[in-house]
RNA sequence: GCCGAUUUAGCUCAGCUGGUAGAGCAACUGAUUUGUAAUCAGUAGGUCGUCUGUUCGAAUCAGACAAUCGGCACCA
Protein backbone atom coordinates (compact mmCIF):
# COMPACT_ATOMS: atom_id res chain seq x y z
CA UNK A 1 0.00 0.00 0.00
CA UNK A 2 1.77 2.98 -1.22
CA UNK A 3 2.04 6.17 1.49
CA UNK A 4 -1.30 8.17 0.05
CA UNK A 5 -3.97 5.07 -0.27
CA UNK A 6 -2.02 4.57 3.61
CA UNK A 7 -2.97 7.81 4.65
CA UNK A 8 -6.63 7.81 3.51
CA UNK A 9 -6.91 4.56 5.18
CA UNK A 10 -5.51 6.35 8.19
CA UNK A 11 -7.69 9.11 7.42
CA UNK A 12 -11.02 7.13 7.36
CA UNK A 13 -9.85 5.26 10.49
CA UNK A 14 -10.11 8.62 11.84
CA UNK A 15 -14.05 9.18 10.98
CA UNK A 16 -14.73 5.71 12.45
CA UNK A 17 -13.23 6.64 15.71
CA UNK A 18 -15.27 9.77 15.88
CA UNK A 19 -18.59 7.97 14.90
CA UNK A 20 -17.66 4.92 17.96
CA UNK A 21 -17.05 7.95 19.89
CA UNK A 22 -20.52 9.32 19.02
CA UNK A 23 -21.90 6.06 19.84
CA UNK A 24 -20.37 5.25 23.17
CA UNK A 25 -20.21 8.93 24.30
CA UNK A 26 -23.58 10.48 23.67
CA UNK A 27 -23.28 14.79 23.82
CA UNK A 28 -19.27 14.34 22.63
CA UNK A 29 -18.38 16.60 19.85
CA UNK A 30 -15.67 16.09 17.65
CA UNK A 31 -13.46 18.78 16.95
CA UNK A 32 -10.98 17.53 14.25
CA UNK A 33 -8.51 15.02 12.97
CA UNK A 34 -6.37 14.19 10.46
CA UNK A 35 -4.21 11.29 9.14
CA UNK A 36 -0.19 11.60 10.52
CA UNK A 37 2.79 10.23 9.46
CA UNK A 38 2.47 7.08 11.95
CA UNK A 39 -1.40 7.16 12.26
CA UNK A 40 -4.03 9.20 13.32
CA UNK A 41 -5.91 10.85 15.07
CA UNK A 42 -8.94 12.28 16.48
CA UNK A 43 -9.90 15.26 19.42
CA UNK A 44 -13.29 15.51 21.04
CA UNK A 45 -14.97 17.71 23.24
CA UNK A 46 -16.31 14.85 25.91
CA UNK A 47 -19.86 15.89 27.88
CA UNK A 48 -18.93 17.42 30.98
CA UNK A 49 -17.52 14.85 33.92
CA UNK A 50 -16.66 12.29 31.42
CA UNK A 51 -13.08 11.52 31.24
CA UNK A 52 -11.21 9.44 28.92
CA UNK A 53 -8.38 6.87 29.90
CA UNK A 54 -6.05 4.50 27.76
CA UNK A 55 -7.93 1.82 29.86
CA UNK A 56 -11.19 2.78 27.85
CA UNK A 57 -8.76 2.45 24.25
CA UNK A 58 -9.73 -1.65 23.87
CA UNK A 59 -13.85 -0.46 24.17
CA UNK A 60 -13.78 2.36 22.03
CA UNK A 61 -11.29 -0.18 19.50
CA UNK A 62 -14.66 -3.08 19.61
CA UNK A 63 -16.50 -0.36 18.58
CA UNK A 64 -14.94 0.92 15.75
CA UNK A 65 -14.26 -2.28 14.59
CA UNK A 66 -18.23 -3.18 15.02
CA UNK A 67 -18.76 -0.32 12.64
CA UNK A 68 -16.05 -1.61 10.20
CA UNK A 69 -18.21 -4.99 9.86
CA UNK A 70 -20.89 -3.20 8.60
CA UNK A 71 -18.57 -2.81 5.26
CA UNK A 72 -20.71 0.90 4.82
CA UNK A 73 -19.81 2.70 1.83
CA UNK A 74 -18.13 5.64 2.74
CA UNK A 75 -19.45 8.88 -0.01
CA UNK A 76 -18.66 12.43 -0.64
CA UNK A 77 -21.81 15.33 -0.15
CA UNK A 78 -21.09 19.04 -1.60
CA UNK A 79 -22.99 21.52 0.09
CA UNK A 80 -23.44 24.92 0.75
CA UNK A 81 -22.18 26.91 3.59
CA UNK A 82 -25.49 27.43 5.08
CA UNK A 83 -26.82 23.63 5.16
CA UNK A 84 -23.70 22.75 6.14
CA UNK A 85 -24.35 25.24 9.40
CA UNK A 86 -27.52 23.59 9.55
CA UNK A 87 -25.95 19.77 9.38
CA UNK A 88 -23.85 20.69 12.44
CA UNK A 89 -25.28 23.50 14.19
CA UNK A 90 -24.50 21.96 17.99
CA UNK A 91 -20.70 21.84 16.98
CA UNK A 92 -18.84 25.07 17.70
CA UNK A 93 -15.44 23.45 16.44
CA UNK A 94 -17.38 22.84 13.18
CA UNK A 95 -19.11 26.34 12.49
CA UNK A 96 -15.17 27.62 13.72
CA UNK A 97 -14.31 25.27 10.30
CA UNK A 98 -17.15 26.47 8.08
CA UNK A 99 -16.08 30.12 9.09
CA UNK A 100 -13.01 29.61 7.85
CA UNK A 101 -13.84 27.89 5.03
CA UNK A 102 -16.42 30.48 4.31
CA UNK A 103 -13.61 33.23 4.51
CA UNK A 104 -11.49 31.14 1.97
CA UNK A 105 -14.70 30.90 -0.52
CA UNK A 106 -14.02 27.07 -0.79
CA UNK A 107 -16.88 24.41 -1.30
CA UNK A 108 -17.74 21.89 1.96
CA UNK A 109 -17.62 19.01 1.81
CA UNK A 110 -18.84 16.35 4.12
CA UNK A 111 -18.41 12.71 4.05
CA UNK A 112 -21.09 10.24 4.92
CA UNK A 113 -20.18 6.84 7.34
CA UNK A 114 -23.10 4.54 5.63
CA UNK A 115 -26.09 6.83 6.55
CA UNK A 116 -25.54 7.22 10.34
CA UNK A 117 -22.63 9.56 11.00
CA UNK A 118 -21.14 12.61 8.72
CA UNK A 119 -18.41 14.90 9.30
CA UNK A 120 -16.98 17.74 7.85
CA UNK A 121 -13.96 16.76 5.91
CA UNK A 122 -12.14 17.57 2.53
CA UNK A 123 -11.35 13.93 2.09
CA UNK A 124 -10.29 11.51 0.20
CA UNK A 125 -11.64 8.44 1.51
CA UNK A 126 -11.71 4.89 1.23
CA UNK A 127 -14.68 3.73 -0.27
CA UNK A 128 -16.21 1.37 2.17
CA UNK A 129 -15.02 1.48 6.01
CA UNK A 130 -14.31 -2.59 5.61
CA UNK A 131 -11.38 -0.89 3.48
CA UNK A 132 -9.46 -0.69 6.49
CA UNK A 133 -8.19 -3.59 7.47
CA UNK A 134 -6.35 -3.17 10.87
CA UNK A 135 -7.01 -0.55 13.39
CA UNK A 136 -5.46 0.29 16.66
CA UNK A 137 -5.74 2.92 19.31
CA UNK A 138 -2.39 3.91 21.10
CA UNK A 139 -3.00 6.76 23.65
CA UNK A 140 -4.73 9.07 24.67
CA UNK A 141 -3.50 12.80 25.56
CA UNK A 142 -5.20 16.35 25.78
CA UNK A 143 -4.25 18.90 23.29
CA UNK A 144 -5.47 22.57 22.57
CA UNK A 145 -8.31 23.28 20.32
CA UNK A 146 -6.24 25.04 16.93
CA UNK A 147 -3.24 24.00 18.95
CA UNK A 148 -3.31 27.29 21.32
CA UNK A 149 -2.85 27.40 25.21
CA UNK A 150 -5.88 29.76 25.46
CA UNK A 151 -8.28 28.12 24.11
CA UNK A 152 -10.19 24.61 25.82
CA UNK A 153 -8.09 21.51 25.85
CA UNK A 154 -9.36 18.84 24.03
CA UNK A 155 -9.38 15.39 23.98
CA UNK A 156 -7.08 13.48 22.10
CA UNK A 157 -6.93 9.83 21.13
CA UNK A 158 -3.99 8.65 19.23
CA UNK A 159 -4.48 5.56 17.00
CA UNK A 160 -2.99 3.99 13.82
CA UNK A 161 -4.09 1.14 10.81
CA UNK A 162 -2.79 -0.85 8.46
CA UNK A 163 -3.34 -2.42 5.33
CA UNK A 164 -2.93 -6.18 7.14
CA UNK A 165 -2.97 -7.37 10.49
CA UNK A 166 0.46 -8.46 10.09
CA UNK A 167 1.79 -5.15 9.14
CA UNK A 168 0.08 -3.76 12.47
CA UNK A 169 2.16 -6.42 14.38
CA UNK A 170 4.95 -5.37 12.95
CA UNK A 171 4.57 -1.95 13.37
CA UNK A 172 3.41 -2.39 17.29
CA UNK A 173 6.65 -4.83 17.60
CA UNK A 174 8.84 -2.23 15.86
CA UNK A 175 7.64 0.40 18.34
CA UNK A 176 8.78 -2.16 21.33
CA UNK A 177 11.87 -2.75 19.67
CA UNK A 178 12.92 1.16 19.84
CA UNK A 179 11.72 1.69 23.33
CA UNK A 180 13.88 -0.33 24.26
CA UNK A 181 16.80 2.15 22.84
CA UNK A 182 15.26 4.77 25.30
CA UNK A 183 18.59 6.36 26.40
CA UNK A 184 16.67 7.04 29.68
CA UNK A 185 16.49 2.90 30.12
CA UNK A 186 20.14 2.87 28.48
CA UNK A 187 21.54 5.36 30.62
CA UNK A 188 20.81 3.55 33.58
CA UNK A 189 21.88 0.28 32.21
CA UNK A 190 25.08 1.85 31.26
CA UNK A 191 25.46 3.72 34.34
CA UNK A 192 26.20 6.96 32.73
CA UNK A 193 24.07 9.50 34.41
CA UNK A 194 20.64 9.76 36.41
CA UNK A 195 18.74 12.15 37.93
CA UNK A 196 17.60 13.28 40.93
CA UNK A 197 13.92 14.30 40.53
CA UNK A 198 13.01 15.72 44.27
CA UNK A 199 16.06 17.33 44.33
CA UNK A 200 17.11 18.69 41.25
CA UNK A 201 14.13 18.15 38.37
CA UNK A 202 15.71 18.34 35.03
CA UNK A 203 19.00 18.50 36.01
CA UNK A 204 21.53 15.84 35.10
CA UNK A 205 23.84 14.12 36.99
CA UNK A 206 26.75 12.48 34.83
CA UNK A 207 28.37 9.64 36.29
CA UNK A 208 31.86 9.06 35.59
CA UNK A 209 30.96 6.90 31.79
CA UNK A 210 28.50 9.56 30.88
CA UNK A 211 30.45 12.21 32.09
CA UNK A 212 33.74 10.58 29.44
CA UNK A 213 31.58 10.29 26.46
CA UNK A 214 30.49 14.15 27.59
CA UNK A 215 34.20 15.42 27.96
CA UNK A 216 35.02 13.86 24.66
CA UNK A 217 32.26 15.23 22.59
CA UNK A 218 33.77 18.40 23.67
CA UNK A 219 37.16 17.07 22.80
CA UNK A 220 36.03 16.59 19.26
CA UNK A 221 33.89 20.02 19.04
CA UNK A 222 36.77 22.09 20.32
CA UNK A 223 39.60 20.39 17.72
CA UNK A 224 37.08 20.96 15.38
CA UNK A 225 36.64 24.73 16.03
CA UNK A 226 40.41 25.39 16.57
CA UNK A 227 40.73 24.20 13.12
CA UNK A 228 37.59 26.14 11.70
CA UNK A 229 39.18 29.61 12.85
CA UNK A 230 37.28 30.05 16.18
CA UNK A 231 38.52 31.15 19.58
CA UNK A 232 37.20 29.87 22.45
CA UNK A 233 36.15 32.13 25.98
CA UNK A 234 34.20 31.59 29.15
CA UNK A 235 31.96 33.87 30.64
CA UNK A 236 30.18 34.17 34.17
CA UNK A 237 27.54 32.19 35.16
CA UNK A 238 25.79 34.75 37.15
CA UNK A 239 25.29 38.73 36.47
CA UNK A 240 23.21 41.24 37.16
CA UNK A 241 19.80 41.24 36.15
CA UNK A 242 20.19 44.61 34.60
CA UNK A 243 22.47 42.85 31.96
CA UNK A 244 19.56 40.64 30.93
CA UNK A 245 17.41 43.77 30.74
CA UNK A 246 19.59 45.04 28.50
CA UNK A 247 19.56 42.34 25.97
CA UNK A 248 15.99 42.22 25.77
CA UNK A 249 15.92 38.71 27.34
CA UNK A 250 14.29 39.41 30.72
CA UNK A 251 11.57 41.12 29.55
CA UNK A 252 10.57 38.49 27.16
CA UNK A 253 11.82 35.22 29.14
CA UNK A 254 11.99 36.44 32.86
CA UNK A 255 9.73 33.68 34.52
CA UNK A 256 12.00 31.45 32.85
CA UNK A 257 15.34 32.51 34.59
CA UNK A 258 16.44 31.20 37.75
CA UNK A 259 17.68 34.48 39.65
CA UNK A 260 17.84 35.69 43.32
CA UNK A 261 18.75 38.59 45.38
CA UNK A 262 21.92 39.55 47.39
CA UNK A 263 22.79 40.75 50.13
CA UNK A 264 23.47 44.13 49.12
CA UNK A 265 20.21 44.41 47.11
CA UNK A 266 21.13 43.36 43.60
CA UNK A 267 19.42 40.91 41.53
CA UNK A 268 21.23 37.88 39.51
CA UNK A 269 20.55 35.97 37.32
CA UNK A 270 21.98 32.37 36.78
CA UNK A 271 22.64 32.72 32.93
CA UNK A 272 20.33 31.17 30.21
CA UNK A 273 21.92 31.67 27.18
CA UNK A 274 25.90 32.81 26.43
CA UNK A 275 25.40 35.57 24.27
CA UNK A 276 25.47 38.49 26.67
CA UNK A 277 28.55 37.49 27.94
CA UNK A 278 30.06 36.89 24.47
CA UNK A 279 29.12 40.58 23.26
CA UNK A 280 30.58 41.74 26.35
CA UNK A 281 34.25 40.23 25.23
CA UNK A 282 33.56 41.61 21.64
CA UNK A 283 33.17 45.23 23.34
CA UNK A 284 36.40 45.42 25.23
CA UNK A 285 38.91 47.30 23.01
CA UNK A 286 38.29 48.77 19.63
CA UNK A 287 37.26 45.95 16.85
CA UNK A 288 38.89 46.74 12.97
CA UNK A 289 37.46 45.10 10.22
CA UNK A 290 40.58 43.76 9.91
CA UNK A 291 39.26 41.83 13.12
CA UNK A 292 36.51 39.91 11.41
CA UNK A 293 35.02 37.56 11.23
CA UNK A 294 35.50 37.14 14.75
CA UNK A 295 34.32 33.59 15.88
CA UNK A 296 34.15 33.41 19.28
CA UNK A 297 32.86 29.77 20.91
CA UNK A 298 32.08 29.05 24.39
CA UNK A 299 30.96 25.91 25.96
CA UNK A 300 28.22 27.55 28.18
CA UNK A 301 26.44 25.95 30.99
CA UNK A 302 23.33 27.59 30.76
CA UNK A 303 19.86 26.97 32.95
CA UNK A 304 16.18 27.58 32.07
CA UNK A 305 13.04 27.03 33.95
CA UNK A 306 11.66 24.87 31.61
CA UNK A 307 7.79 23.97 32.00
CA UNK A 308 7.49 20.93 33.96
CA UNK A 309 5.50 19.58 31.36
CA UNK A 310 8.30 19.54 29.04
CA UNK A 311 11.26 17.97 30.89
CA UNK A 312 11.81 14.93 29.11
CA UNK A 313 15.27 13.06 29.81
CA UNK A 314 18.26 13.80 28.65
CA UNK A 315 16.22 15.77 25.62
CA UNK A 316 14.90 18.56 27.33
CA UNK A 317 16.68 20.03 30.99
CA UNK A 318 16.33 22.85 32.99
CA UNK A 319 20.51 22.85 32.88
CA UNK A 320 22.26 21.90 29.91
CA UNK A 321 25.69 22.62 27.94
CA UNK A 322 25.63 24.11 24.32
CA UNK A 323 28.48 24.30 22.48
CA UNK A 324 27.68 28.15 21.28
CA UNK A 325 29.44 30.45 19.42
CA UNK A 326 29.00 33.78 18.25
CA UNK A 327 30.54 35.03 14.82
CA UNK A 328 30.39 38.78 14.58
CA UNK A 329 31.11 39.89 11.11
CA UNK A 330 30.43 42.47 8.60
CA UNK A 331 27.24 42.23 6.52
CA UNK A 332 29.18 41.08 3.63
CA UNK A 333 30.64 38.61 5.68
CA UNK A 334 27.41 37.36 6.77
CA UNK A 335 26.39 34.34 3.58
CA UNK A 336 30.03 32.98 3.59
CA UNK A 337 29.46 32.56 7.17
CA UNK A 338 26.74 30.79 6.71
CA UNK A 339 28.20 28.69 4.03
CA UNK A 340 30.82 27.52 5.99
CA UNK A 341 29.07 26.88 9.39
CA UNK A 342 26.01 25.23 7.64
CA UNK A 343 29.11 22.93 6.20
CA UNK A 344 30.23 22.44 9.32
CA UNK A 345 27.02 21.38 10.85
CA UNK A 346 26.45 19.04 8.36
CA UNK A 347 30.01 17.29 8.35
CA UNK A 348 30.29 17.03 11.56
CA UNK A 349 26.78 14.95 11.88
CA UNK A 350 28.40 12.85 9.24
CA UNK A 351 30.97 11.48 12.17
CA UNK A 352 28.32 10.82 14.17
CA UNK A 353 26.44 8.45 11.43
CA UNK A 354 23.54 11.14 10.84
CA UNK A 355 23.30 11.44 7.25
CA UNK A 356 19.96 12.44 7.34
CA UNK A 357 19.13 15.38 8.67
CA UNK A 358 16.28 17.51 8.49
CA UNK A 359 16.60 21.54 8.36
CA UNK A 360 14.33 24.10 9.11
CA UNK A 361 14.24 27.96 7.82
CA UNK A 362 12.59 29.73 10.50
CA UNK A 363 10.87 33.11 8.96
CA UNK A 364 10.37 36.37 10.88
CA UNK A 365 7.05 35.95 13.48
CA UNK A 366 4.62 38.22 13.93
CA UNK A 367 6.52 39.73 17.19
CA UNK A 368 9.34 40.62 16.24
CA UNK A 369 12.42 43.62 16.24
CA UNK A 370 14.34 45.23 13.28
CA UNK A 371 13.14 46.82 10.08
CA UNK A 372 11.64 44.80 6.92
CA UNK A 373 14.86 45.27 4.85
CA UNK A 374 16.56 43.78 7.76
CA UNK A 375 14.52 40.30 7.73
CA UNK A 376 14.87 40.46 3.94
CA UNK A 377 18.39 40.42 4.20
CA UNK A 378 19.12 37.78 6.89
CA UNK A 379 16.60 35.11 5.77
CA UNK A 380 17.84 35.50 2.36
CA UNK A 381 21.47 34.92 3.30
CA UNK A 382 20.47 31.89 5.06
CA UNK A 383 18.44 30.65 2.34
CA UNK A 384 21.09 31.46 -0.07
CA UNK A 385 23.61 29.65 2.09
CA UNK A 386 21.01 26.54 2.01
CA UNK A 387 20.70 26.55 -1.53
CA UNK A 388 24.62 27.42 -2.63
CA UNK A 389 25.24 23.87 -1.31
CA UNK A 390 21.83 22.05 -2.72
CA UNK A 391 20.48 21.71 0.55
CA UNK A 392 17.01 20.23 0.82
CA UNK A 393 14.28 22.32 3.54
CA UNK A 394 11.57 23.04 5.01
CA UNK A 395 10.44 26.56 5.42
CA UNK A 396 8.70 27.13 8.92
CA UNK A 397 7.02 30.43 8.43
CA UNK A 398 6.71 32.83 11.21
CA UNK A 399 8.92 30.56 14.30
CA UNK A 400 12.06 32.78 13.82
CA UNK A 401 13.55 34.48 17.04
CA UNK A 402 12.09 37.87 18.05
CA UNK A 403 15.51 38.95 16.81
CA UNK A 404 15.86 36.98 13.43
CA UNK A 405 15.52 34.19 11.21
CA UNK A 406 17.43 30.76 12.08
CA UNK A 407 18.00 27.86 10.23
CA UNK A 408 17.12 24.56 13.04
CA UNK A 409 18.98 21.05 12.16
CA UNK A 410 16.45 18.27 13.49
CA UNK A 411 17.81 15.17 14.83
CA UNK A 412 14.89 12.60 15.49
CA UNK A 413 15.07 10.32 18.80
CA UNK A 414 14.47 6.20 18.67
CA UNK A 415 10.62 6.59 18.13
CA UNK A 416 10.79 9.11 16.12
CA UNK A 417 10.27 12.38 17.77
CA UNK A 418 12.31 15.33 16.31
CA UNK A 419 14.68 17.45 18.24
CA UNK A 420 16.39 20.11 17.49
CA UNK A 421 20.15 20.05 17.52
CA UNK A 422 22.05 22.19 16.03
CA UNK A 423 21.20 25.82 14.62
CA UNK A 424 22.36 28.98 13.17
CA UNK A 425 20.40 32.13 13.70
CA UNK A 426 21.19 35.74 12.87
CA UNK A 427 20.86 38.61 15.22
CA UNK A 428 19.76 41.96 14.43
CA UNK A 429 19.22 42.72 18.41
CA UNK A 430 22.21 42.96 21.03
CA UNK A 431 24.79 44.16 18.20
CA UNK A 432 22.34 47.50 18.73
CA UNK A 433 21.08 47.08 22.12
CA UNK A 434 24.86 46.88 23.38
CA UNK A 435 26.28 49.08 20.95
CA UNK A 436 29.25 47.63 19.80
CA UNK A 437 31.09 48.45 16.75
CA UNK A 438 34.32 47.92 14.52
CA UNK A 439 36.10 50.44 12.55
CA UNK A 440 35.72 49.85 8.66
CA UNK A 441 38.17 50.60 5.98
CA UNK A 442 36.83 54.11 5.52
CA UNK A 443 37.41 55.16 9.35
CA UNK A 444 33.98 55.27 10.47
CA UNK A 445 32.08 53.21 13.40
CA UNK A 446 30.00 50.56 11.82
CA UNK A 447 27.36 47.88 13.34
CA UNK A 448 28.33 44.29 12.95
CA UNK A 449 26.20 41.43 12.15
CA UNK A 450 26.27 39.09 14.50
CA UNK A 451 25.39 35.07 14.30
CA UNK A 452 24.89 32.67 16.93
CA UNK A 453 25.12 28.87 16.24
CA UNK A 454 25.46 26.03 18.15
CA UNK A 455 26.28 22.57 16.65
CA UNK A 456 25.38 19.81 18.68
CA UNK A 457 23.08 22.48 20.03
CA UNK A 458 23.13 21.08 23.55
CA UNK A 459 25.56 18.59 24.21
CA UNK A 460 23.22 16.24 26.67
CA UNK A 461 20.66 16.40 23.94
CA UNK A 462 22.74 15.48 21.52
CA UNK A 463 24.34 12.87 23.94
CA UNK A 464 20.84 11.64 24.42
CA UNK A 465 20.26 11.14 20.21
CA UNK A 466 23.43 9.74 20.28
CA UNK A 467 22.90 6.78 22.20
CA UNK A 468 19.33 6.07 20.85
CA UNK A 469 20.87 6.09 17.31
CA UNK A 470 23.35 3.67 18.32
CA UNK A 471 21.35 1.89 20.67
CA UNK A 472 23.68 2.25 23.20
CA UNK A 473 26.53 -0.01 20.94
CA UNK A 474 28.63 3.82 20.26
CA UNK A 475 31.81 3.45 18.17
CA UNK A 476 35.21 2.63 20.05
CA UNK A 477 35.95 6.35 20.02
CA UNK A 478 32.84 7.35 21.97
CA UNK A 479 33.06 4.42 24.08
CA UNK A 480 33.88 5.42 28.10
CA UNK A 481 35.24 2.20 28.43
CA UNK A 482 36.12 0.08 25.63
CA UNK A 483 37.63 -3.35 26.57
CA UNK A 484 36.71 -5.88 29.11
CA UNK A 485 39.33 -8.34 29.93
CA UNK A 486 37.32 -11.29 30.92
CA UNK A 487 39.88 -14.43 32.43
CA UNK A 488 38.17 -17.71 31.77
CA UNK A 489 39.33 -18.49 35.60
CA UNK A 490 41.39 -16.91 38.25
CA UNK A 491 44.24 -18.79 37.35
CA UNK A 492 44.68 -16.38 34.34
CA UNK A 493 44.17 -13.11 37.06
CA UNK A 494 48.08 -12.80 36.32
CA UNK A 495 47.99 -12.49 32.40
CA UNK A 496 45.09 -10.71 32.39
CA UNK A 497 46.27 -7.89 34.65
CA UNK A 498 49.60 -7.45 32.11
CA UNK A 499 46.67 -7.85 29.21
CA UNK A 500 44.85 -4.98 31.26
CA UNK A 501 48.20 -3.14 31.85
CA UNK A 502 50.00 -2.98 27.97
CA UNK A 503 46.00 -1.90 27.18
CA UNK A 504 46.25 0.92 29.56
CA UNK A 505 49.59 2.01 28.59
CA UNK A 506 48.45 1.91 24.78
CA UNK A 507 45.88 4.66 26.03
CA UNK A 508 42.79 2.36 25.72
CA UNK A 509 40.09 2.61 28.46
CA UNK A 510 39.97 -0.38 29.86
CA UNK A 511 39.34 -2.50 32.85
CA UNK A 512 39.35 -6.39 34.15
CA UNK A 513 36.75 -8.42 35.91
CA UNK A 514 38.45 -10.75 38.04
CA UNK A 515 35.35 -12.13 39.23
CA UNK A 516 35.03 -15.63 40.26
CA UNK A 517 32.10 -16.17 37.48
CA UNK A 518 31.93 -18.10 34.29
CA UNK A 519 32.75 -16.66 31.32
CA UNK A 520 28.99 -17.04 30.03
CA UNK A 521 28.07 -15.11 32.62
CA UNK A 522 30.68 -12.03 32.19
CA UNK A 523 30.05 -12.02 28.75
CA UNK A 524 26.30 -11.61 29.26
CA UNK A 525 26.94 -8.78 32.39
CA UNK A 526 29.30 -7.00 30.30
CA UNK A 527 27.59 -7.15 26.80
CA UNK A 528 24.64 -5.80 28.52
CA UNK A 529 26.86 -2.94 29.68
CA UNK A 530 27.30 -2.34 26.03
CA UNK A 531 31.17 -2.46 26.11
CA UNK A 532 32.73 -2.81 22.53
CA UNK A 533 35.48 -5.60 23.17
CA UNK A 534 35.66 -8.25 25.39
CA UNK A 535 38.71 -9.92 25.46
CA UNK A 536 38.51 -13.44 26.99
CA UNK A 537 42.00 -14.94 28.49
CA UNK A 538 42.20 -18.34 29.00
CA UNK A 539 45.52 -20.65 29.17
CA UNK A 540 45.52 -21.12 25.41
CA UNK A 541 46.11 -17.12 25.06
CA UNK A 542 48.34 -17.14 27.96
CA UNK A 543 50.78 -19.61 26.20
CA UNK A 544 50.35 -17.68 22.80
CA UNK A 545 50.33 -14.34 23.97
CA UNK A 546 47.15 -13.87 22.20
CA UNK A 547 43.96 -12.58 23.26
CA UNK A 548 40.03 -13.75 21.72
CA UNK A 549 38.08 -10.51 21.34
CA UNK A 550 33.99 -10.96 20.85
CA UNK A 551 32.62 -7.64 19.42
CA UNK A 552 29.22 -6.19 21.12
CA UNK A 553 26.07 -7.32 18.62
CA UNK A 554 28.04 -10.52 17.50
CA UNK A 555 28.90 -13.81 18.54
CA UNK A 556 32.10 -14.29 16.16
CA UNK A 557 35.48 -14.94 17.96
CA UNK A 558 38.32 -14.37 17.40
CA UNK A 559 41.71 -14.59 18.53
CA UNK A 560 44.52 -12.71 17.95
CA UNK A 561 48.20 -11.72 19.33
CA UNK A 562 47.98 -9.32 21.78
CA UNK A 563 50.19 -6.86 20.13
CA UNK A 564 48.37 -7.28 16.92
CA UNK A 565 44.84 -6.52 18.50
CA UNK A 566 46.33 -3.46 20.70
CA UNK A 567 47.38 -1.88 17.45
CA UNK A 568 44.50 -2.81 15.59
CA UNK A 569 41.91 -0.91 18.69
CA UNK A 570 43.76 1.81 19.20
CA UNK A 571 43.73 2.54 15.70
CA UNK A 572 40.03 2.06 15.28
CA UNK A 573 39.68 4.07 18.66
CA UNK A 574 41.03 7.24 16.96
CA UNK A 575 38.52 10.23 16.58
CA UNK A 576 36.97 10.87 12.94
CA UNK A 577 40.25 13.51 11.34
CA UNK A 578 38.86 16.45 12.05
C1' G B 1 1.69 25.17 32.79
C1' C B 2 -2.64 21.92 30.68
C1' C B 3 -4.99 16.66 29.83
C1' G B 4 -4.47 11.43 31.14
C1' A B 5 -1.72 7.62 33.53
C1' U B 6 1.92 6.17 37.02
C1' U B 7 5.00 6.36 41.85
C1' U B 8 5.97 -0.44 46.54
C1' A B 9 13.67 -3.17 48.09
C1' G B 10 19.54 -0.84 44.19
C1' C B 11 16.71 -2.63 39.35
C1' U B 12 12.12 -4.93 37.05
C1' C B 13 7.53 -5.79 39.00
C1' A B 14 3.29 -8.57 42.23
C1' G B 15 0.10 -7.16 46.32
C1' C B 16 -8.35 -9.04 45.29
C1' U B 17 -13.32 -5.58 47.86
C1' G B 18 -8.75 -1.63 54.21
C1' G B 19 -6.17 -6.12 58.92
C1' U B 20 1.23 -2.86 59.80
C1' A B 21 4.46 -6.12 52.68
C1' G B 22 6.25 -10.32 48.43
C1' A B 23 9.08 -12.43 43.85
C1' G B 24 13.15 -12.44 40.35
C1' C B 25 17.72 -10.10 39.43
C1' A B 26 21.54 -7.14 41.92
C1' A B 27 24.28 -6.79 46.99
C1' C B 28 26.70 -9.59 51.02
C1' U B 29 28.65 -14.64 52.90
C1' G B 30 30.06 -19.49 51.60
C1' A B 31 30.79 -23.37 48.09
C1' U B 32 32.16 -23.85 42.86
C1' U B 33 37.74 -22.59 38.96
C1' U B 34 34.37 -22.60 34.98
C1' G B 35 35.97 -21.50 27.01
C1' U B 36 31.56 -17.03 24.98
C1' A B 37 24.47 -13.94 27.06
C1' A B 38 22.46 -15.91 34.07
C1' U B 39 26.55 -22.14 38.85
C1' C B 40 24.37 -23.40 43.61
C1' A B 41 23.05 -22.38 48.71
C1' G B 42 22.38 -19.00 52.61
C1' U B 43 21.98 -13.83 54.65
C1' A B 44 20.51 -9.06 54.67
C1' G B 45 17.58 -5.31 52.47
C1' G B 46 11.28 -1.40 52.46
C1' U B 47 8.88 5.65 57.32
C1' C B 48 4.84 1.43 50.14
C1' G B 49 6.58 9.53 46.47
C1' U B 50 5.42 13.61 50.46
C1' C B 51 1.83 15.79 53.61
C1' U B 52 -3.22 15.98 55.53
C1' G B 53 -7.65 13.54 56.45
C1' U B 54 -11.47 9.19 57.04
C1' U B 55 -11.11 4.69 60.16
C1' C B 56 -10.22 0.71 65.96
C1' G B 57 -6.78 -0.07 61.86
C1' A B 58 -4.37 2.76 55.39
C1' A B 59 0.47 0.43 50.39
C1' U B 60 -4.97 -0.10 49.71
C1' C B 61 -10.16 5.05 50.63
C1' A B 62 -10.38 10.84 50.06
C1' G B 63 -7.79 15.60 49.32
C1' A B 64 -3.46 18.62 48.36
C1' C B 65 1.47 18.78 46.63
C1' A B 66 5.82 16.76 44.03
C1' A B 67 8.07 13.84 40.46
C1' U B 68 8.00 10.49 36.29
C1' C B 69 5.73 8.66 31.56
C1' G B 70 2.59 9.75 26.91
C1' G B 71 0.73 14.00 24.47
C1' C B 72 -0.54 19.50 24.05
C1' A B 73 1.46 24.35 24.77
C1' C B 74 6.39 26.47 25.34
C1' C B 75 11.63 26.14 23.73
C1' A B 76 15.94 33.03 23.97
Request: hydrophobic residues 35%.
Amino acid sequence: MNQNDLSTMRHSAEHVLAEAMYHLYPGVKMAMGPATKEGFYGDFDLPEGVVLSTEDLPKIEEEMNKIIATRVPMTRKELSVAEARDLFKDNEYKQDWLNEIEARGEKVSVYWTGDSFVDLCRGPHVSYVSDIKAVKLLSVAGAYWHGDSKNKMLTRVYGTAFGSKQELQDYLTMLEEAKKRDHRKLGKEMDLFHFEPEYAPGSVFWHDKGYKIYRKLIEYMRKKQEKNGYIEVCTPAVMDRVLWETSGHWQKYGEHNYSGKTEDGRVFCIKPMNCPGGVLIYGQGIKSYRDLPLRMAEFGKVHRYEASGSLMGLMRVREFTQDDAHIFCTPEQMESECITTLKLILDIYKDFGFEDVKIYLSTRPEKRIGSDEIWDLSEKALANALKHNNYEFEINEGEGAFYGPKLEFILKDAIGREWQCGTIQMDMNLPERFDISYIGEDGQRHRPVMLHRALFGSIERFLGILIENYAGKLPLWLSPQQVLVAPITSEINDYAESVLQQLKDAGLSAQADLSNEKISYKIREHSLEKIPVIMVVGAKERENGTVTIRRIGSEKQETLPLKECIDMLVKEAQMPKI
